[in-house]
């Protein structure tokens, strides 16, 4: 079963999102109006967390949705947001998966769900309807994420041309450890499992291109 946290003002909105998520089998762990909660809990042991852009005492939704992602790349979050406080650098500034209107749909919500989990950023029909701007709305909608820093793609590159880990490290000025460590990122950013695997889904999608096609033979 997926888990959730849920951090938003409305305390009875967010009660109701609860019980309708436990529907569709996703069980919500905390419910809370304070964000020191959430950054306290284990976040990196819950699947999704849904927070509100404006919280109490000036925190924002969106630098705590940032702070949680670098916590924990696997976690999806979903920032309830008013359409007209919605602007493009959003879409792309922050490491969000989803954009819920302040007054979503529980049929929006799951919706949303469904979407980042199949690896693409969801923005709601309210959000689309303001912005109005066709490009954003198909970069937010069909545009997977993967959040793979330069350093971390000149990683993949290497391993690509066949190098050892050794030559890699030099090349890069990096230790073996830290090498290791972006690889084990990387994998976990990407949710996969080896480096073969992680060498062929960079490869199909179009992360770092193809020169040496030894390394799959």
């Not at 951090?7 to 529907?23: G, P």
């Not at 999806?76 to 493009?88: G, K, N, R, S």
């Not at 650098?89 to 969000?96: E, F, G, I």
């Not at 490290?169 to 990096?174: G, H, P, R, T």
Request: charged share 25%; glycine share 2%; hydrophobic share 40%.
């Amino acid at each position: 079963m997926k888990t959730a946290i849920i951090l938003k003002q409305n305390i009875n909105s967010a009660k109701l999102i609860a019980e309708y998520l436990k529907e569709k089998c996703i069980q919500v762990l905390h419910i809370t109006d304070n964000p020191d909660v959430i950054v306290r809990q284990a976040v990196w042991q819950c699947d999704i967390v849904i927070i509100d852009k404006s919280l109490p005492e000036s925190f924002s939704g969106l630098e705590l949705a940032r702070t949680i992602k670098k916590r924990s790349p696997k976690t999806y979050c979903i920032v309830c947001i008013l359409p007209e406080d919605f602007h493009a650098n959003l879409a792309l500034y922050y490491d969000v998966n989803g954009y819920l209107s302040v007054n979503h749909s529980l049929t929006d919500l799951v919706a949303c769900i469904e979407t980042i989990q199949e690896g693409y950023r969801y923005l709601c029909p309210a959000i689309k309807e303001h912005i109005g701007e066709p490009a954003l709305q198909e970069h937010a909608l069909q545009e997977p994420i993967y959040d793979i820093s330069e350093q971390e793609k000149k990683v993949l590159q290497l391993m690509l041309s066949g190098m050892k880990a050794k030559d890699i490290a030099d090349q890069l000025y990096i230790s073996v450890n830290t090498l290791n460590n972006h690889k084990t990122n990387i994998r976990n950013k990407l949710k996969l499992h080896s480096n073969r695997e992680l060498l062929s889904f960079a490869v199909k999608n179009n992360i770092v291109k193809l020169k040496y096609a030894s390394v799959f033979r």
